[in-house]
């Protein structure tokens, strides 16, 4: 995922300013950005620390590696309501888990998900936006 802002007025001094607030990003993602050098200030790799000006263009590119390897891969038929670069969002049956525990440790939403996810070639970690308990059906939404 590649993230653009360009500077239109004097609000912000500071690329962190940024980030930060058209963002809306943690601390702890920026500093994984900057430590993976995926921050760039017109095309350059930024500080998040430098100074910005009108017309200067902001970019971050969001493509980590990240380890899911902790979910066992199980194929489901998934019933997926929407999807792109940045969610999947799913039509929860009642009566599965959404996260693998002792009861659930291979029949789980997000067991569904890794297989999907590995069908894919997606290396991303699982993340359920929102919390179902197990007889609830409702969307669920993954980043």
């Known amino acids: ?5 360009t500077v239109v007025d004097n609000k912000y001094q500071t690329v962190k300013n940024i980030l930060k607030n058209e963002f809306n990003m943690s601390d702890r993602l920026i500093l994984k950005l900057k430590t993976n050098k995926k921050i760039l ?12 000006k009108l017309n ?7 493509d980590f590696i990240e380890d899911s390897s902790n979910i066992i891969p199980v194929k489901m038929n998934l019933d997926i309501i929407y999807e ?8 929860k049956p009642a009566n599965i888990a959404v996260h693998p525990s002792i009861l659930h440790y291979e029949n789980s939403l997000s067991n569904g998900v890794k297989y999907y996810f590995d069908k894919l070639g997606l290396k991303k970690k699982i993340r359920i936006v929102n919390r179902l308990d197990k007889d609830t059906s409702r969307n669920c939404y993954f980043c």
């Open 56 to 62: 200067d263009k902001i970019n971050v590119i969001i």
């Open 84 to 91: 792109d670069e940045a969610m999947l969002i799913i039509n």
């Open 41 to 52: 200030l017109n095309n350059t790799i930024a500080y998040i620390n430098d100074l910005v």
């Open 1 to 5: 995922m590649n993230l653009e802002y």
